[in-house]
């Protein structure tokens, strides 16, 4: 098997490794403070020890904002996954690809094109139709603070980009070990029972650790556009594990909002990478 093939085969791996962490969450009877601190802790211990040859923290306001943009991504999407359906809280966090068009002028100095204010509109329409689901208070609170992830999500990726030196891993350590700093004073309430600990060391260690090392080696032998269609899975298979697991179903609306959200980030994605594919220059 080729390394191109092994490539798309880990990268499906990965994102199918990603979308089941809403179910272990769900499933997980602690505090979700509490469960994102652990789960960060354990990641960034993981990640330390898988890359330890290659790191190099330099600190910089881009890296810490990188870090501070992960940190609020983990932390909103756990406790958004929490309080309302999982649905709602993965499919709303893919709404960040609009903040990225709406601040990438002021601070990458990148034009938005016309076509990306078609896209922001269609995708915060079907962010619109969330809300129309017969809601609890506790599962408003969730939808806002998925919609959170999504921003989190867009500042992780502003900051990236405007690195010239990037290194996502420590990034991403950077951001796991203040993510479990925050969710440390959780702790001292209530800990979990052996199945819990068993649910948090996955999300730690496999869902957040060894995908990411699976990640890092996949993405350097696939094309954007391979790489965007392949993660699509994560967003689609999360509702998924949710509903065979802990028997949650999305609303019917909250369907009808996600098949918008996706299909809309998917058609950018494929715009983009077929615009960045013509101004290739050709060997």
């Known amino acids: 098997m080729s390394d191109k093939n092994r490539a798309i085969l880990l990268m499906a791996f990965t994102a199918l490794i990603w979308s089941s962490g809403g179910l272990a969450?769900?499933?997980?009877?602690?505090?979700?403070?509490?469960?994102?601190?652990?789960?960060?802790?354990?990641?960034?211990?993981?990640?330390?020890?898988?890359?330890?040859?290659?790191?190099?923290?330099?600190?910089?306001?881009?890296?810490?904002?990188?870090?501070?943009?992960?940190?609020g991504l983990l932390i909103t999407n756990v406790v958004a996954t929490k309080l309302t359906t999982s649905a709602n809280a993965i499919l709303l966090a893919y709404t960040a690809p609009v903040y990225v068009a709406l601040l990438a002028p002021w601070l990458l100095r990148e034009k938005t094109r016309h076509g990306d204010w078609l896209f922001i509109a269609v995708t915060i329409g079907g962010m619109a139709l969330f809300f129309l689901d017969k809601l609890t208070?506790?599962?408003?609170?969730?939808?806002?603070?998925?919609?959170?992830?999504?921003?989190?999500?867009?500042?992780?990726?502003?900051?990236?980009?405007?690195?010239?030196?990037?290194?996502?891993?420590?990034?991403?350590?950077?951001?796991?070990?203040?993510?479990?700093?925050?969710?440390?004073?959780?702790?001292?309430?209530?800990?979990?029972?052996?199945?819990?600990?068993?649910?948090?060391?996955?999300?730690?260690?496999?869902?957040?650790?060894?995908?990411?090392?699976?990640?890092?080696?996949?993405?350097?032998?696939?094309?954007?556009?391979?790489?965007i269609l392949i993660m699509m899975l994560e967003p689609i298979f999360n509702p998924v594990w949710v509903a065979l697991g802990y028997g949650e179903l999305p609303g019917i609306w909250a369907i009808a909002g996600g098949t918008i959200v996706i299909g809309a980030v998917t058609l950018r994605g494929l715009r983009s990478a077929s615009s960045n594919k013509r101004l290739r220059p050709t060997p």
Request: proline content about 5%; glycine content about 10%; hydrophobic content about 55%.
């Open 25 to 71: 969450i769900k499933l997980a009877e602690l505090n979700p403070m509490a469960i994102t601190g652990l789960r960060s802790g354990l990641a960034a211990l993981t990640l330390l020890v898988l890359f330890r040859k290659r790191l190099s923290f330099r600190f910089s306001p881009v890296r810490l904002g990188a870090a501070l943009g992960y940190a």
């Open 137 to 227: 208070p506790t599962g408003l609170w969730g939808n806002l603070i998925a919609i959170g992830t999504g921003l989190s999500y867009a500042v992780f990726t502003l900051c990236m980009r405007a690195q010239k030196d990037a290194s996502p891993v420590e990034s991403v350590i950077l951001g796991h070990a203040l993510t479990f700093l925050c969710g440390l004073p959780f702790l001292l309430h209530a800990t979990p029972d052996p199945a819990g600990w068993l649910g948090i060391a996955y999300l730690g260690i496999i869902q957040q650790g060894v995908s990411l090392a699976f990640y890092v080696w996949a993405i350097k032998r696939l094309g954007a556009l391979e790489a």
